[in-house]
């Protein structure tokens, strides 16, 4: 019997999930080594079921075989549930209360990209847990080769159901939905069947090389055939996913887009109604008119650092049933498992949608209308980065600014509020800048920039530094 060890790429571990460049920085290898190494975990800690689930990519598929075989040569129990979305693996772990879960999932990102999205006893796994994968595949330390088993599932038809079974509508609705060629299609096809009004599905086909557009609805150009669709047919609403559905997008009637937080407020709003005083969580991107309309509506809003995972803890630490992302991760407790789900995120806003007294575009305007830039991306090296957000503090400190320190900072003027955060994920500081009128963004934009070029950077370019988003 060969001694297993394995190297990964260090640059495929990452802060929430195992990301490479197929046959660069990840390779059937790597599969096999995470299957051993998870499992070993999981058997370690007193488990033996491992749920798996992979997307429409070109590559998944064959990752998914070399995983499963790494987890069974660890002696798991191997529920496989096939090709389908990200949220139905969660479902189907958690439901199944399975010990682990897996997906093989590039989420959002080119073609050529792939990884793994990784669950333990229905709780996120990342950060250390993700390094200790390394350590423990480097060394060898693993469970000594035994036999496991396969299970083949098909979570399918319960997850469908259980996602209709939350809907609750007033009256029906014309809907288009994007799929963008994304793993969500054979389940979307299907449960569209199940909800009430006119549906038209763009891009049912999965199809890991996206030939329609790009799998990222938080980027106004991949919504351009949905907001064309939306307005020809004069539906109410318009539903888009990412590449493996736990990330939505929505448009209203008009064609005009609800970003993330936007999208928050709608759902806050309504599930204040049967949590009066509730936390619900946002990241330090959102809009400052989020967090005063949740506390408007009888919330508490509260502000945590960006990430999914990151998100999800604190949710269950803050008994939250309600957070969200500005990119489009949706997170339920309330009635749901508290995981992102862009399919379930789109069935609670059509219920209330379909009960709104007027269009989800009146719902929109009214809404304080701010000044935003898009998010800024701009390269800055791995180790520098965190340094560079310490210097802007320390300054900022100084100066007496109102700064909240939660991811990054964030600094609140009277004109509104700039961001810079270093990202968990690139080598890249991020920024976003929210201002009440065009001459404070000018001023807001003049303190981003002094602050950037006190540390010995250049200023980003505003209207292109936004092309990475």
Same mark, same amino acid.
């Given at each position: 019997?060969?001694?297993?060890?394995?190297?990964?790429?260090?640059?495929?571990?990452?802060?929430?999930?195992?990301?490479?460049?197929?046959?660069?920085?990840?390779?059937?290898?790597?599969?096999?080594?995470?299957?051993?190494?998870?499992?070993?975990?999981?058997?370690?800690?007193?488990?033996?079921?491992?749920?798996?689930?992979?997307?429409?990519?070109?590559?998944?598929?064959?990752?998914?075989?070399?995983?499963?075989?790494?987890?069974?040569?660890?002696?798991?129990?191997?529920?496989?549930?096939?090709?389908?979305?990200?949220?139905?693996?969660?479902?189907?772990?958690?439901?199944?209360?399975?010990?682990?879960?897996?997906?093989?999932?590039?989420?959002?990102?080119?073609?050529?990209?792939?990884?793994?999205?990784?669950?333990?006893?229905?709780?996120?796994?990342?950060?250390?847990?993700?390094?200790?994968?390394?350590?423990?595949?480097?060394?060898?330390?693993?469970?000594?080769?035994?036999?496991?088993?396969?299970?083949?599932?098909?979570?399918?038809?319960?997850?469908?159901?259980?996602?209709?079974?939350?809907?609750?509508?007033?009256?029906?609705?014309?809907?288009?939905?994007?799929?963008?060629?994304?793993?969500?299609?054979?389940?979307?096809?299907?449960?569209?069947?199940?909800?009430?009004?006119?549906?038209?599905?763009?891009?049912?086909?999965?199809?890991?090389?996206?030939?329609?557009?790009?799998?990222?609805?938080?980027?106004?150009?991949?919504?351009?055939?949905?907001?064309?669709?939306?307005?020809?047919?004069?539906?109410?609403?318009?539903?888009?996913?990412?590449?493996?559905?736990?990330?939505?997008?929505?448009?209203?009637?008009?064609?005009?887009?609800?970003?993330?937080?936007?999208?928050?407020?709608?759902?806050?709003?309504?599930?204040?109604?049967?949590?009066?005083?509730?936390?619900?969580?946002?990241?330090?991107?959102?809009?400052?008119?989020?967090?005063?309309?949740?506390?408007?509506?009888?919330?508490?809003?509260?502000?945590?650092?960006?990430?999914?995972?990151?998100?999800?803890?604190?949710?269950?630490?803050?008994?939250?049933?309600?957070?969200?992302?500005?990119?489009?991760?949706?997170?339920?407790?309330?009635?749901?498992?508290?995981?992102?789900?862009?399919?379930?995120?789109?069935?609670?806003?059509?219920?209330?949608?379909?009960?709104?007294?007027?269009?989800?575009?009146?719902?929109?305007?009214?809404?304080?209308?701010?000044?935003?830039?898009?998010?800024?991306?701009?390269?800055?090296?791995?180790?520098?980065?965190?340094?560079?957000?310490?210097?802007?503090?320390?300054?900022?400190?100084?100066?007496?600014?109102?700064? #909240?320190?939660?991811?990054?900072?964030?600094?609140?003027?009277?004109?509104?509020?700039?961001?810079?955060?270093?990202?968990?994920?690139?080598?890249?500081?991020?920024?976003?800048?929210?201002?009440?009128?065009?001459?404070?963004?000018?001023?807001?934009?003049?303190?981003?920039?002094?602050?950037?070029?006190?540390?010995?950077?250049?200023?980003?370019?505003?209207? #292109?530094?936004?092309?990475?988003?």
């Amino acid at each position: 019997m060969a001694e297993f060890k394995h190297d990964f790429e260090p640059t495929s571990l990452r802060e929430y999930d195992i990301r490479g460049i197929v046959g660069k920085t990840l390779h059937p290898e790597d599969a096999y080594a995470l299957g051993r190494v998870f499992a070993t975990i999981v058997i370690r800690n007193g488990g033996k079921v491992v749920t798996v689930g992979y997307d429409g990519r070109v590559s998944s598929s064959a990752l998914e075989e070399a995983l499963v075989k790494g987890a069974v040569d660890s002696g798991a129990t191997v529920r496989r549930v096939g090709r389908g979305p990200t949220p139905m693996l969660y479902y189907a772990a958690v439901t199944g209360e399975a010990d682990g879960a897996i997906m093989v999932t590039g989420s959002h990102n080119p073609p050529d990209h792939n990884g793994f999205k990784m669950m333990m006893k229905g709780k996120p796994f990342f950060g250390e847990q993700i390094r200790e994968i390394g350590r423990l595949a480097s060394t060898g330390d693993v469970v000594p080769q035994a036999q496991g088993e396969i299970e083949d599932i098909n979570p399918a038809e319960a997850y469908i159901e259980r996602l209709v079974q939350d809907y609750d509508g007033q009256r029906p609705l014309k809907v288009v939905w994007d799929n963008g060629n994304s793993a969500a299609g054979d389940v979307l096809m299907r449960l569209v069947k199940r909800l009430p009004g006119e549906h038209t599905v763009l891009y049912p086909e999965i199809d890991g090389t996206f030939p329609n557009h790009h799998p990222d609805p938080t980027v106004e150009c991949n919504l351009q055939d949905l907001i064309a669709e939306v307005r020809k047919q004069e539906a109410d609403i318009g539903v888009a996913f990412d590449g493996d559905a736990d990330r939505v997008g929505i448009v209203d009637g008009k064609g005009g887009i609800l970003w993330g937080d936007q999208i928050l407020v709608l759902l806050a709003r309504d599930v204040l109604k049967n949590h009066p005083g509730a936390t619900i969580i946002a990241d330090v991107k959102a809009s400052q008119v989020l967090f005063d309309e949740v506390k408007k509506a009888g919330g508490e809003p509260l502000m945590w650092r960006t990430g999914h995972s990151l998100i999800k803890s604190k949710m269950a630490e803050t008994a939250s049933p309600l957070a969200g992302e500005m990119s489009g991760h949706i997170f339920f407790a309330d009635k749901w498992y508290g995981f992102d789900d862009a399919l379930y995120g789109a069935v609670r806003v059509l219920g209330i949608v379909a009960r709104l007294p007027g269009t989800l575009s009146e719902m929109r305007e009214a809404l304080p209308q701010m000044i935003n830039t898009p998010e800024l991306r701009f390269p800055c090296d791995d180790v520098r980065k965190f340094d560079v957000i310490q210097e802007v503090a320390e300054r900022l400190k100084e100066d007496g600014a109102d700064v #909240s320190s939660v991811d990054g900072v964030r600094v609140r003027t009277e004109d509104g509020w700039w961001l810079l955060r270093a990202s968990n994920t690139q080598a890249v500081l991020v920024g976003r800048i929210e201002a009440n009128t065009h001459e404070g963004m000018a001023r807001l934009k003049a303190a981003f920039v002094a602050q950037l070029e006190a540390s010995g950077l250049s200023a980003p370019d505003f209207d #292109s530094a936004a092309a990475g988003h």
